[in-house]
């Protein structure tokens, strides 16, 4: 059964998303001007799915790179918290970091969280694995780097998602060099799932 708390949280961030949502279609051109005061989340489905899949997997050590306001953060560390682990979770943004802290306090989530704020592709050059599970949903830019900064410290039978593989377009170019990356991987079992933005979960087999 979910706990109360989490679920009190989601429905605060889902009412958010949907004033989000709603501002999106009544005023379009405010979108790229507005973009880091969205959530931009992955979305429930997404967030749903992470869950089980931690759970499932048994991770103890969690990976996500970009925090952002804490939405996907929330089922990771709450999933962590069946499975007695930990969220490394990394932004450039202070202010929605912040934001993530206080939310997920609500929800008692806050000790499964460590909070790493700076560039990903320097905190990853110096954090410790393995690592179970990664959340990849930074700039989308970065994806490549990152990938290539964590994948020599994943554990066995670790499983990584990549949001935003399908949507929006304008970063489609991003996501399919992502893809390529991660069949040039060679150990890497990856399946694109049209969930959400689309995702791209890949399993490392040793």
Known sequence: MMDANFQALLTHYHARMAEEHRVMKSDPASVSRRRD???????PEVGRLMHALVIGRGAKRILELGTSYGYSTAFLADAARETGGRVF????????????RAQLEKAGLLPQVEWLL???TEM??????PFDFVLVDLWKNLYVPCLDL???????NAIIVADNMLFPEMVRADAEAYRAAVKAKGKLQSVLLPIGNGIELSCLWN
Do not use: P
């Open 37 to 43: 005061e969205f959530l931009l989340a992955v979305g």
């Open 89 to 100: 979770t990394m932004d450039l943004a202070a202010n929605k970091q912040q934001y993530a």
């Open 118 to 120: 700076g560039d990903a």
């Open 124 to 129: 990853l050059k110096t954090l410790d694995g």
């Open 150 to 156: 964590f994948y020599g410290k994943l554990a066995q």
